[in-house]
């Protein structure tokens, strides 16, 4: 999936080509393959073969969609949203916010493994305030 | 010095009234009284007089020991009076209670139960009496 | 054994410090923190929190760092928790806190339902904050239905830090529902130190059930150390029993027991002892205490009322004891004895429109060591009695008859000649037909009535050797006319509406005297004077005796009335009796004989002209102060034959003091005859002082004093207190009491002193039962403290 076309919609674009990495700012609206992102500032690098290798996106609300063919859909928010496309590994980081199926999770930090389907939440990492992670877990009805 | 025979100046008793109480002898005895004192027992009157079970309790005077006894008898009944139409309470549940001393002398048991039967039912008549005083006054209102 | 209890602030605990409020009995309160975190939208769903959170891969999510997961009104605080992957159990790892409504669970380890309520927490502590209980367990399972299973547990209502008492089981099911917690292996700790043990037991939670459970008596009196235990069991709610093993140091292990049962159309209950083989009490030598010495002592008394529709009802009642002296030896709860007779009775009654119909069976066992042939109690087996009254406006007819056996299991040729009467056993057919006519209305009323009674008997000597007559009869009219006025004047008084009643009442009754010395004496009894007997002319009760009278009754009664309510405030009665001619009918039923002069108060009482005068007074001052006062003084010898005046202080407080004062002339009850036990050789003068004082909400101080002005000596010397604590109440009692052993006779009395101490733990359903019922008795208008 790493290597699928990146659509991106956005206001401006800055290349740095030689660190490799491009970033968009004004309401960027990313999407490749099942992923969507959206953010206020967006940047994406890409490693030596040219592929994205990360994806960071920044705002008062960054916004990350992700519908797998056979999963659940997860959708999470976060001042800082970063994609880590080779490990297939998202970090929500300041006010985070994770729905994964019926299950919401908030809190400082919050990072999922996309394919391994693996949440670890954490009320507090460096840069942020104290904030308690959060979940409301709703039981299989019987 | 003002006496006049009772019942001239105001009516005398209640005209007509509904009696709900327990199926025992005061019930018997306030019956009685009413219906001697000139009211009607009637399911539909205005007032419903609600009168409890009798209690009847023996208090010992003095030293219990000997065989010659003085006891005073009790005998209680909780009451009150509602207007049935709006169910208001003219007589808020109060207990009537009402008491005589007896002798009892174990020598003669079987004339012990018969004295004591017999203040029984003086003492529910005694009681009937005091539950029509309490519903003098209510006719006027 | 259950854990060791937690720090009073682990319990919700919130001592009051200085600013303790007057009527709080314990040193502080249980107070319910917030919950950390908002319901979830439903009821199912769990809302949780903590410092961080991982999602496995299976689904499971483990939350660390002070977890809270909220679900419905159940909350769980824990250091770490594991939520399976199915969603419906939390693992939750020590120290974790479970709360609920009105609930605290603190443990090392636990276990959530997050579909329905159940829970298991190891090493528990629990609190009941609005029962005021709690406890630890090395497990506490809450149970899909909302019970509660403690393993290994402890309980009690102490404030936390006090170990006064508790209960430790083996397991203990608490049912909040029905109010009542079931244990097994159940031992009572006081302060640590075992203090009984039931294998199996259930006891009420809550207040609902007002029996007491676990409220152990301890007494030390003459007999020694003297403890009962007794444990309720509630079979069902219509049902209950009481089991009362009571160990008595110098006499043994009584077991005594209760069981009630309430059904809706009849009642009744059955109670008993038993103890086998008496060791005697502690008494010298051939006391009265040692008189069963060996013997087993026992009682039952069964009672029951029923009825088979509105208008047939029904009662049985059999009471039996093994002696005499069962209830001298065992009496009541500080030593007096209330119980002088086993009443036997089976009665059917019908009542109708117009007749009422009632069988009889009835029979005494006569409680009195020695009990002479003589003093034996006759049994009617059976008694048949109908009687109607019909009504004509003023005019009715009165019909009353009576069909009785009179039995009794004598020597009858050991009775000695003065009471041949006695001796016989038989029937006797009673008629009392009566016409009469009653005009009645709200000033007064006249009633003329003309009763006529026919008596005949059909009596059985037995071996005794007599020439009395074996079918005698007697036939004799009652005539009686009774009137009275009531004037009525309104009155002002202390601001308030009253009016005053000024009531003149006659009474002339004649009756004729008939010779009834050949007659038996089943059931009669000469009545001794009072204001009841100004208004009737029956001198005797019973029928085997109609006294000859004719005499005329005057009286005067006034009493004020509050115009509001219609009580009486005041009423004052004076009334006196005229004879016209001599009484000469008494027992021994000669009508031409009077009693010897030597006998001089019965002689006097058969000739004099005037009744004594009977002034009575009842008077309610106000709302704390009540007082009564009766007298029947002698006009002619100018003596007071009968006097009586009381004084009652109620105060809302909870306060009460009575004085009392009684007076009544040697000889003046005429039914006493001198062989009987009640004779007494001395006027009786006596002062009655009673009180009970709440000094505080924890504090009661109660006190009775009986003097016997004419011998000067104390009857009966009381001084109580009852100690109200947080989780357990004391009763503390310090009595000496004149025991007359049956008789009138001075010589025999001898003073007995006990002291009790009655220990109540609250918290277990309370305290009901008979523990106040003595104060009551004892101090009339005393409401001994709910402990």
Known sequence: QQGEPIEVEANRLELDDRAGT?????????????????????????????????????????????????????????????????????????????HRGADTFNGAYVEYQIDRRLVEARASTEGTDRQRVRMTLTPEQQ | CGFQLRGFDAASGLESLHLAAANDDLAQAVRERLTRGGTRLDEAAPLRLNLGAERIRERPLGLVESGNREIELILEAPFSVQRVEDGAYLLPQETLSVSQRLHINEANLLAADDQRREAEANLRREAASRLLDRLRPLNER | APPEPL??????????????????????????????????????????????????????????????????????????????????????????????????????AGELSLTDDAATIEQAHYVAHDQRLRGGAQRLERLPDGRFRLASASFTSCEPGSELWRLVTGDLVLDQASGFGTARHARLEMGRVPVFYWPWVRFPIDDRRQTGFLWPTLRVSGDGLDYAQ????????????????????????????????????????????????????????????????????????????GRFSERLAYELRYGAASDGRYFDDFGGDFGERNTTNMPRLARLDYRGQVWRLEARAQGFQRLDDPLADRDKPFYRLPSLTASARWQQRGFYQQWRSNLTHFWRDIDETSLPQSLEREAAVGTRLHLSPAVGWRFDDSWGHLEPRLEWLHTAYDLDYGERVTNRDRRPDRSLPVFSVDGGLIFERPLQLGGADHRQTLEPRLNYAYVPARDQRELPDFDASERAFSWQQLWSPYRFSGADRVGDLNRLSYGLSSRLLEDASGRERLGLHLGQALYFEDRHIDLNGDPDTLPPEAAFQRFYNATRERSPLVARADWRHGVRWSSHYEVLYDDHLERSERAAAGV??????????????????????????????????????????????????????????????????????????????????????????????????????????????RFVLKGLGGVGGDAGDYFERAIPGYRPAVL
């Open chain 1, 22 to 98: 491009a970033v968009y700012s004004g309401e960027v609206d990313i999407r490749q393959g099942n992923l969507h992102l959206t953010g206020a500032r967006v940047e994406i690098q890409r490693n030596e073969a040219g592929e994205v290798s990360r994806l960071t996106a920044t705002g008062e609300r960054a916004y990350l969609e992700q519908n797998p063919a056979d999963g659940e859909r997860v959708q999470g928010w976060g001042r800082t949203i970063i994609y880590h496309a080779a490990e297939r590994r998202v970090e929500l980081i300041d006010r985070a916010e994770l």
């Open chain 3, 7 to 108: 720090a009073a602030s682990q319990l919700d605990w919130h001592p009051w410090g200085d600013q303790r409020p007057a009527g709080a009995l314990c040193r502080g309160r249980y107070l319910v923190p917030d919950y950390r975190l908002p319901a979830g939208a439903t009821p199912e769903e769990v809302v949780g929190e903590s410092e961080q959170a991982d999602y496995g891969a299976d689904g499971e999510v483990i939350l660390g760092g002070e977890v809270v997961l909220r679900r419905g009104t159940s909350q769980l605080e824990s250091p770490r928790v594991r939520v399976t992957a199915e969603r419906d159990r939390a693992l939750a790892d020590g120290p974790l806190a479970l709360r609920d409504a009105g609930l605290l669970v603190r443990g090392d």
């Open chain 3, 230 to 305: 007794p444990f309720y069991w509630n079979i069902a709610p219509n049902r209950d029993a009481t089991l009362t093993p009571r160990w008595i140091s110098d006499r043994g292990l009584l077991l005594g027991g209760q069981y009630r049962y309430l059904y809706p159309s009849d009642a009744g209950q059955i109670d008993g002892a038993y103890l086998s083989g008496d060791d005697g009490g502690n008494g010298p030598e051939g006391s009265a205490g040692r008189r069963f010495e060996g013997e087993d002592r026992w009682y039952v008394d069964y009672r029951h009322q």
């Open chain 3, 648 to 757: 009652q202080y109620r105060d809302p407080r909870g306060h009460v003091v009575n004085l009392g004062y009684r007076w009544e002339l040697q000889g003046f009850d005429p039914s006493v005859e001198v062989s009987d036990d009640a004779f007494r050789n001395f006027d009786r003068e006596e002062f009655d002082l009673s009180f009970a004082w709440r000094s505080s909400a924890r504090l009661d101080l109660i006190g009775r004093l009986l003097y016997d002005n004419t011998n000067d000596r104390f009857l009966e010397q009381l001084a109580g207190v009852q100690w109200n604590d947080c989780c357990y109440g004391v009763q503390l009692v310090w009595r000496e009491w004149v025991d007359d052993n049956d008789t009138g006779i001075l010589a025999d009395d001898f003073t007995d002193r006990g002291f009790f101490l």
